[in-house]
């Protein structure tokens, strides 16, 4: 069982004479390492402290185990990589998972520098993981891009990662910012942005905030919170954002980026009305677009999300940024803007035959579901299902 909160477990071992691994189950223990991290190796936006403390202390389920694994070389004892990942009671299982709790695009240890990792390594460094992590009928981790920045990504070398049904897209920023939209955009879709433009210019003077005030975070991300659970309640369709927790813990990270920037909120609004607004992380000159809410009420026949993101990536190109990270999902908008996409992985461990059965009615539901969204009468039917239930609850 995990040691108390604060403390290490003593169980370094090595593996295959590789590497060795400490398991620690509170921030503090490793918050030197994570720092180091954070300043010269490898750490995604997603695996920032800040945003990984909010997460543990706001949003980690009542009895959920914190399981943060130290990996170090077996012969020198160099610091390597640190692995966040939790365990958990979920229908009768325990399952180790990624330290997420669904505010992570991404999966990827942070590791303590920039050298190449090879599959070689990546399965010693996993089996030193292994080797200290509490039983678990499940591990099961989603979300794993190939690479972070530019560096392999451990976890996507093993063996044992699988394609997922998850893809991310993103767009390069490169060029003239006067031209990027036509250069990069699909030709139909550019001309359809501009005009869907000169709609919101109709209606007012358009302008993009940034929210860079405790005041304006408020305010905007106000807005952003009403945009989005109006826009899901119409699509029949569940949003984090409905839980009051998780709103506290995105209002919370968005005031802490005023010291840093590592998280950004823009606005966009036509005369007086707040009409979309963009929740960012910004990390080594990528921006990270999360959430969008937008109104689609203001203007009629405007795209008004659309707008902001275009206008978004023409600012980023201005303000020196090289890569415009559009996020997890296949919609459609992403690839008409030009945006490229990569398949994420997935690691799916189950040690018991508790957690082989649990894995197996997963994947079943995941297929069942992947059917529906690829038969757009059948998905709109089952949305309309869902939003007939909905309103009858309420």
Not at 127 to 145: F, K, M, N, Q, W
Not at 169 to 188: A, F, N, Q, Y
Request: with cysteine.
């Amino acid at each position: 069982m995990p040691a108390p909160a604060g403390k290490a477990i003593d169980a370094s071992r090595s593996i295959a004479g590789a590497y060795t691994a400490r398991l620690h189950t509170s921030l503090e223990a490793v918050l030197p390492l994570w720092l180091q991290c954070q300043a010269n190796g490898t750490c995604s936006a997603h695996q920032l402290h800040a945003w990984v403390e909010g997460i543990v202390k706001r949003l980690m389920p009542e009895g959920a185990e914190l399981l943060i694994v130290e990996v170090a070389d077996a012969g020198t004892g160099e610091f390597k990589m640190l692995v966040p990942l939790m365990r958990r009671s979920r229908f009768g299982h325990r399952v180790i998972e990624w330290l997420s709790c669904g505010v992570c695009d991404y999966s990827a240890p942070l590791l303590s520098d920039r050298s190449q990792w090879t599959p070689q390594a990546a399965e010693a460094a996993w089996a030193a993981v292994r080797s200290v992590l509490p039983r678990a009928d499940r591990i099961h981790i989603t979300g794993i891009p190939r690479q972070v920045y530019e560096v392999a990504n451990p976890l996507a070398l093993l063996a044992i990662a699988q394609e997922s049904s998850l893809i991310t897209s993103g767009l390069v920023l490169d060029g003239d910012p006067e031209t990027l939209i036509k250069r990069h955009g699909r030709p139909s879709f550019v001309k359809t942005y501009y005009k869907d433009w000169r709609r919101l210019e109709r209606h007012g003077t358009v302008d993009m905030i940034e929210a860079n005030t405790p005041a304006l975070i408020e305010l905007v991300f106000g807005a952003l919170v009403e945009m989005r659970l109006k826009r899901f309640r119409q699509l029949g369709r569940f949003d984090l954002l409905a839980q009051p927790a998780v709103v506290e813990f995105y209002r919370n990270a968005a005031l802490r980026g005023l010291s840093d920037g590592s998280v950004r909120i823009f606005g966009l609004r036509v005369g007086e009305d707040w009409v979309s607004v963009q929740y960012m992380l910004v990390r080594q000159g990528t921006l990270h677009a999360l959430l969008i809410g937008m109104d689609l009420e203001v203007v009629p026949n405007a795209s008004p999300g659309l707008g902001l993101m275009g206008e978004l990536m023409v600012w980023g190109l201005r303000q020196g940024f090289d890569y415009f990270d559009l996020s997890v999902g296949s919609q459609p908008y992403k690839e008409q803007f030009g945006a490229v996409s990569s398949v994420l992985a997935k690691i799916d461990e189950t040690p018991t035959p508790l957690g082989k059965g649990v894995a197996a009615v997963a994947s079943l539901r995941d297929r069942a579901e992947l059917f529906v969204r690829s038969h757009p009468r059948l998905l709109k039917t089952a949305q309309g299902v869902v939003r007939g239930l909905r309103r009858s609850k309420g």
